[in-house]
């Protein structure tokens, strides 16, 4: 079992993986398209020339990526493919030279025991503005935000006031 960076023809098991957590709400869907179009991101765990998990590395910038659209296949659980996987994806983020890497997350224990701890999503404006504001679940929100690294003190929207004001707005219209 090993990690490697995805590649087109990987798309749709990819899809495949991430549709079986879509329903619980444990992961949020991924379209076909938006896998392609994002495939640099991703990372898949192969055996024996399956792909039985993956994984993607979102960049935000040097200052903040965000780990996300984690899935193991029930052949590869429990043996060891999820450390495997964010390993490849850390690595990664270091390659990139990403101070702060952080997730969103119903497993706790498992990426706590990976280094991670949990943070207050608001200390993550970036992510917040990004994504979460057009997330459906987000006046629902059950997931734990955790990160890894040095906590972004320069963000996108301290670079730019116009975003700033509008995240700002956001946030004082659904508290």
């Known amino acids: 079992m090993f990690a490697r960076n995805a590649t087109l023809p990987d798309a749709f098991a990819i899809e495949q993986l991430i549709r079986v957590h879509v329903g619980d709400g444990t992961l949020l869907s991924r379209s076909l398209a938006e896998i392609c179009e994002n495939i640099r991101d991703f990372v898949v765990i192969e055996d024996n020339g399956e792909v039985v998990g993956c994984g993607a590395l979102h960049l935000y910038g040097m200052h903040l990526a965000e780990v996300r659209s984690i899935t193991i296949g029930e052949k590869a659980k ?98």
């Open 78 to 175: 429990g043996k060891g493919a999820g450390r495997i996987l964010i390993d490849a994806l850390l690595a990664e983020a270091a390659r990139q030279s990403v101070t702060c890497v952080c997730l969103f997350t119903r497993i706790q224990e498992f990426f706590g025991k990976m280094g991670f701890t949990v943070v207050e999503k608001e200390l993550l404006p970036d992510k917040m503005y990004k994504d979460c504001l057009r997330c459906p679940r987000l006046h629902a929100c059950d997931e734990i935000t955790m990160y890894m690294g040095e906590l972004p003190e320069k963000t996108v929207l301290t670079t730019s006031p116009h975003a700033a004001q509008y995240y700002t707005q956001l946030v004082q219209l659904h508290p």
